[in-house]
């Protein structure tokens, strides 16, 4: 099964970053007062995203995007609630008739998520990205997923009989090629060839995505949140913006809840890890036992008396980054 196919509730990483996405949309309602939303996503199989963000925010007014016809049908087979329009679709055309749909829900405020796997299409989910943007309204927003795998054109395993620098080439010419006119003046640099480097050259992409599409309009896109996360053998990258008027501009700056939120982005370029390591219930519990500050993460090392990986650095990263989100972590139970 591909990781797609599998439910983000059963992918750690993956799940937080869901959580963190309704955290952002928090103070996406106090901006935007008693507003009435429509959620549109690309649900996969299981929807699992509608039914976090109807839990939190009790949106009822939910559309599904999914052009696959099989995976459709287990949408609807899968549909938790009677009101998700599941409709099958692409984003694309979704996008193309947008106006449309807009027009027929003027009252409303829309919360989109681009949600794209596919490496090998980022210019076209660029392009798509920036297409929609011109459509929104203040107070609407929007969020993009996007592979974020630098070995994606070609992974170092798979050439062999040449040097690194020669491999190096090779990336910096296909993600040149691939991100076009959605590249940063600087272009692709070595210094891009990493997992930090390449997620923040891709947030710079949807800047200028972002940046283009409202060119023409008397609104800005403003950046809420970006984080970084692994997803099985993939790194994605994932950022979300908001339509924003300077008066709404000046909201945002003025709200010290939001400008104090350890998350919140400073600017197109703050990109923020999730890497949790996989914890037993009972890990978990004598982690959050010992937990005083963040300075205990060296204490509660030693305490476990095991690494969460042979690397020690490493290890104490993964532990880190679990105490930083340790409220967002999943807990599984056997159901019978």
């Known amino acids: 099964m591909s990781g797609h196919q599998v439910p983000y509730h059963l992918r750690t990483n ?17 901006y935007n007062g008693p507003s009435k939303y429509i959620y549109i996503s690309m649900g996969g199989p299981f929807l699992e995203d509608f039914k976090h963000i109807n839990d939190r925010f009790a949106i009822e007014s939910m559309v599904s995007l999914e052009s696959d016809e099989q995976t459709w049908k287990r949408q609807i087979f899968n ?3 009677g009101f998700i329009n599941c409709r099958n679709e692409s984003s694309g055309e979704f996008i193309s008739n947008f106006d449309d749909f807009a027009l027929e829900h003027e009252d409303k405020r829309f919360v989109i998520w681009l949600d794209y796997a596919a490496a090998d299409s980022r210019f076209k989910q660029l392009q798509e990205f920036e297409e929609l943007i011109t459509k929104l309204s203040e107070g609407d927003v929007i969020k993009i997923t996007l592979n974020a795998n630098y070995q994606s054109p070609k992974k170092r395993s798979e050439v062999q009989g040449i040097s690194d620098r020669q491999y190096d080439t090779i990336l910096i010419s296909e993600h040149t090629d691939q991100l076009s006119d959605y590249l940063p003046l600087s272009g692709v640099e ?10 923040k050259l ?23 949140m970006g984080i ?7 790194q994605m990258l994932t950022v979300t913006a908001m339509i924003c008027s300077n008066e709404l501009v000046a909201m945002i700056e003025g709200d010290q809840g939001f400008q104090n939120w350890p998350l919140k982005s400073k600017d197109w370029d703050t990109v923020y890890e999730v890497r949790v390591p996989h914890l037993s219930t009972k890990e978990r519990l004598t982690i959050n036992s010992l937990m005083k500050d963040m300075s205990d993460a060296n204490s509660i090392q030693t305490k476990l008396g095991f690494q969460f990986d042979d690397n020690f650095g490493r290890s104490m990263e993964l532990l880190t980054s679990y105490m930083k989100y340790y409220r967002n972590y999943p807990s599984f139970a056997r159901m019978q």
């Open 190 to 199: 070595k210094r891009h060839l990493n997992e930090s480097g390449f997620a």
């Open 14 to 30: 993956k799940f937080i970053e869901r959580q963190l996405f309704l955290d952002a949309l928090d103070f996406v309602r106090v």
């Open 228 to 234: 970084r996360y692994n997803d099985g053998e993939h």
């Open 79 to 81: 549909s938790p609630y």
């Open 202 to 224: 891709l947030a710079q992409s949807v800047r200028i995505a972002a940046t283009k599409g409202t060119e023409n309009l008397q609104v800005e896109a403003v950046p809420l």
